[in-house]
């Protein structure tokens, strides 16, 4: 019998040294700009405070996965957006939060 486990776990999240700036750059590029750079900006002080006083890259990778996804979503949600569709019968996820404490 092996004590190895029989599957492989998954790869942890490093991205490549450039994706920063790009991202950055692509931030500047988008309809969102005047939002989005001045928020990421923010977050990824922060996370680079977080980092140096963690001594861990865990809190900058999860800041680019994050708005990694965001850019990566923002055309659906614009597209959804643009459909009409009515949200009125949707709940608040806060509101059902606030019901399970």
Known sequence: MSAQPDHTPAAP????PGVPAEL???LRESPRA???VP???REWAAALEESRRSF???ALYEVLQTWQARVASAPAVDAFAASG???SGFVDLEDIRERRR
């Open 56 to 58: 861990s890259l865990a």
């Open 34 to 36: 005047d939002r989005w």
């Open 39 to 41: 928020a990421f900006e």
């Open 85 to 87: 569709r009515d949200e």
């Open 13 to 16: 999240y490093v991205p490549a």
């Open 24 to 26: 950055h750059a692509q």
